[in-house]
Nanobody
Framework: QVQLVESGGGLVQAGGSLRLSCAVS????????MGWYRQAPGKQRELVAS???????TYAESVKGRFTISRDNPKNTVYLQMKSLKPKDTAVYYC?????????WGQGTQVTVSS
């Protein structure tokens, strides 16, 4: 069974940077087609960055030019480099497949951006 463990969140001032990590265990193929989601209080979970099955990347308009998704296949880890952070980026960030059926969701990692 695939397990997802997110880490790297924290409190940062507006304009700062963070790098999130998603450790994927349980299948060497599980890292394909992965993405990063976020959920702010009172809002639906949204996909912010992802790899397609073909390996290209996609980004939500709100994070284009500021967030970069990458992966380390031997380590089965997906990263999200976030720069120029804004208070509206505050959310719990999760990793999972870009399209369903989803793996069991991890606990997420909290990102808080202060103004």
């Amino acid at each position: 069974q695939v397990q997802l463990v997110e880490s790297g969140g924290g409190l940062v001032q507006a304009g700062g940077s963070l790098r999130l990590s998603c450790a994927v265990s349980g299948s060497i193929f599980a890292i394909n087609g992965m993405g990063w989601y976020r959920q702010a209080p009172g809002k639906q979970r949204e996909l912010v960055a992802s790899f397609t099955r073909g390996g290209s990347t996609t980004y939500a308009e709100s994070v284009k030019g500021r967030f970069t998704i990458s992966r380390d296949n031997p380590k089965n880890t997906v990263y999200l480099q976030m720069k120029s952070l804004k208070p509206k980026d505050t959310a719990v960030y999760y990793c999972n497949l870009r399209v369903p059926p989803f793996y069991d969701w991890g606990q997420g990692t909290q990102v808080t951006v202060s103004s």
